[in-house]
């Protein structure tokens, strides 16, 4: 799903400028890394993207759709294109891991049959299928993340967005949600994700976007957390 910023800015009130003037293009497949000092509009600016926030001025399009304009059907179905990991998209407590993957899926109306193989394909993919009857709380911080990220990916969305998804985990723990991400990405799904991770920026190259006070200063397809250039 190609996204595209142009000239969006963001002002809470009374005047937070979280973001300002922003002009970005994502191309589809692409694997984007958002990074930045905390403050620095990361959160603020895909939650843009996923029409959580509405900028004060400019204009927001992603995968063809002009976000403005969108109506409430409009949006709920662009929605279930796109995969989001959160921070605050809690697990639902009450169900089980794989439950809490299903229900994605019977909301949307997917047949039962149907449902069930495809809670069953990605669980197993990212590894915690032997977790399956456990309750969030039951599982580690590593498997919760694994958890989220199967939850934003089982519908196969063009689109996902992750916030920090490897954020508390020791580096192999990341290292394993990374390549999780990768392979999603290789599959043809657009990411973008925010992180404060500078190992992983620097082992996985892709490209990077990076804000400072809600403007972009770098954007950069060489990779890497620092860049060789002054910024
Ligand atoms: N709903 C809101 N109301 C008021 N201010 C907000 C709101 N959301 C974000 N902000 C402010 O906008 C600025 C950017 O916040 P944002 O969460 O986008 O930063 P971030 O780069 O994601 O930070 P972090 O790395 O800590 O997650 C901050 O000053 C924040 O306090």
New binding site residues.
Partial sequence: MEIQFSGVSKT??PD?N?LENIYLNVDKGEFVYLI??????????MRCIFREVVPSRGHISVGGHALRKMGRFELALFRRDIGVVFQDFALLPNLTAFENVAFVLEVMGMPKKEIEGRVVDVLKTVGIWRRRALFPQQLSGGEQQRLAIARAVVNEPSLLLA??PTGNLDNHTADEIMQLLLDINAAGTTVIM?T?NQYLVDSYRHRVVK?RR?RIVRDDREGGYESNVED
């Fill in positions: 809470f009130p937070i979280a930045g000092e905390t403050g620095s509009g990361k959160t603020t600016l916030d920090e925010a404060h804000l809600g």
